[in-house]
């Protein structure tokens, strides 16, 4: 699963208004300026603005201009799950070609692929609709996080162009002995 930056961009925006406004019934809520956000985050401000105004379309945010204004949660931090969140920025969390997977179909031996998409689907449902900003801005994630991260294999990287290689680019095969680049330029090389 690829997470963009907008959607990184939009978690830590709401990490940090849930961190400066926690959830606490009959409290009024103070909002959080965007320059505040901005450096807590280092995200630049155009980019913060132009976030911030989705998530606020998206019904996770609202704003409020002048002296006193700043950005708020729309509803508590506990209800806003990364799923919510990922759906405000790109849509649906799982879509194949452009189409949502129930929508997609496929005839012979590609037929059962679409029941595969939608298990994907279910499974990144699983996590990410579990898991809260709430949960994440006090650092209380859900145990099944802890046990998920817990396995070593979900730490090692597993395919994809950048899978083997050294910190350099470098895959492990063109590497001698002593650590450096082995010549594979060929003879006169």
Known sequence: MHISP???NAVRILLEIARA?????????????????????????KILEATAAQLRRAG?????????????????AAQISIADVIRAMEGPLASVRG????????????EPLQRVWIALRVNIRAVLEQVSIGQIATGDLPEFIDELTADPGAWERRGGPDADASPDG????????DGLAANTGGAGG
């Open 6 to 8: 907008r959607v990184d």
């Open 21 to 45: 406004q926690p959830d606490a019934p009959g409290v009024e809520q103070a909002s959080l300026k965007a320059e505040s956000i901005a450096a807590a985050q280092s995200i630049p401000p």
């Open 60 to 76: 996770l945010v609202t704003s409020r201009r002048g002296p006193e204004g700043g950005y708020r949660l729309a509803r508590p």
């Open 99 to 110: 189409q949502r997977p129930e929508d997609v179909t496929y005839s012979g031996v590609g």
């Open 170 to 177: 470098i895959p492990p095969e063109d590497i001698s002995r």
